[in-house]
């Protein structure tokens, strides 16, 4: 147990036993205790292996490369359907997770295997991304701006091409395209 990590524990209201009780599993595999991202994280050789979190609805063991596991109990969820690597099993009682306790050991152990055998996750490539038409038709309108975004990482690229993608609405992507604009020709990224 890290003691840095224990103000996220003690502070915990609703979830405070299941978190207790995923502590106890994780660190019964080894894995060191960090905080990283205001969580605890759990890592083998300072290589991220295994997060806890929770949200108002649940708490949950985040695997940063879960997309490589062998999920053969179907109980490893994908956030959205733009996260590629990490895949999180979700709580609500602390019983499931007592039911559960050796099958996670096993993901656990899994994922460190993973990273032992140096294994990655294939990401799509920024240029696999789909340009809403709303931003492809300001691209090719303002050479500059085109520029400015061919400069920007690929991260940074692939954050805005998801930003501008998500509304439903055209009117609503052309917005969110015109406030950005000035963002990416000075060379920012959409959190900067």
């Not at 990590?5 to 599993?25: G, P």
């Not at 019964?28 to 890592?43: A, I, N, V």
């Not at 990490?86 to 460190?112: C, D, G, H, M, S």
């Amino acid at each position: 147990m890290n003691p840095k990590v224990d103000f996220y524990f003690n502070k915990a209201q609703k979830w405070q036993e299941e978190l207790e009780q995923l502590r106890m599993i994780v660190l019964d595999c080894g894995l060191t205790e960090e905080l990283k991202w205001g969580c605890p994280c759990y890592t083998f050789q300072k290589s991220n292996i295994v997060l806890i979190h929770v949200f108002k609805e649940y708490c949950a063991l985040l695997f940063f490369k879960g997309a490589l596991l062998n999920d053969a109990n179907g109980i490893l969820i994908q956030q959205t359907e733009n996260v590629q690597a990490a895949r999180q099993i979700r709580f609500t009682n602390v019983w499931e997770i007592v039911e559960k306790a050796p099958i996670l050991k096993t993901y656990i152990f899994e994922a460190v295997g993973a990273e032992k055998a140096g294994l990655k996750v294939a990401l799509k490539k920024t240029a696999e991304f789909k340009i809403p038409a709303e931003f492809q038709n300001k691209l090719d309108k303002i050479p500059v701006l085109k520029t400015a975004f061919d400069g920007l990482t690929p991260g940074r690229q692939r954050a805005y091409m998801l930003h501008f993608s998500a509304p439903k609405q055209s009117k609503t992507r052309e917005s969110r395209v015109e406030k950005c604009m000035l963002q990416i020709l000075n060379g920012k990224g959409l959190k900067d």
